[in-house]
């Protein structure tokens, strides 16, 4: 285990086995499709098989490795009818909660807003994948959990942990971030103004953008 393992490692197992294979997911490392060996990476990740399991079977609860069996686990893939229902179901959900959170934004939200940007753009700049998709994540989620609405907050949650894995294909591209950043700052700006009819216009063109670029990905993949 690297020195850098060692300083994050969560109390226990489980946390710390869960929180490397989402890391492995959303960066790439453990691409759509890869058929997860259980034996090396729990030699990898030095843990007994048992937490390695209990994080393979929340991670399938969430949508992120199947199960086949005589087979094995392997990380989710999705086709291009289910990215496209995936963001649309999320259109349809994340209008209700940014309309809902504009008429409830606090000054210190906006400001949480502000410092998630931030942590995007650093990642951006650095090309750091896995830092700019958590800030990425932060910055929406935030969002979300201000229209005061948990249970709906938690449906998008669960929809955004489908596509994790493929989030490292879009962020992968310079030209995909730089599109982000000046996307995110568009929203930002119109939530500052309460403007909720551009803040979801602007959040439209950002998911667009997204499912475009992946589903070019995906058709050259098939």
Known sequence: MSPDEARRRPPTAQQFVLGELRRAITTGRLRPGTP?????LAEELQVSRVPLREALKTLEGEGLVTYKAHKGYCVA???LDDLREVYRIRELLEE????RAVDRLT?????RLEAA???VERAAAAGDVLAMATANRLFHMTVFECAGMPRLARLIRTL???TDAYRSMYYGDAGNRERVIKEHRATLDALRRRAADEAVATLDVHRAHAVAE???LLGHAS
């Open 36 to 40: 997860i060996r259980q034996d090396a």
């Open 214 to 216: 992946l589903e070019s």
């Open 160 to 162: 955004w942990d489908t």
């Open 117 to 119: 940007q931030d942590e």
């Open 107 to 111: 000054d210190a939200d906006l400001d």
């Open 96 to 99: 209700e909660a940014v309309r």
């Open 77 to 79: 893939t999705l086709s």
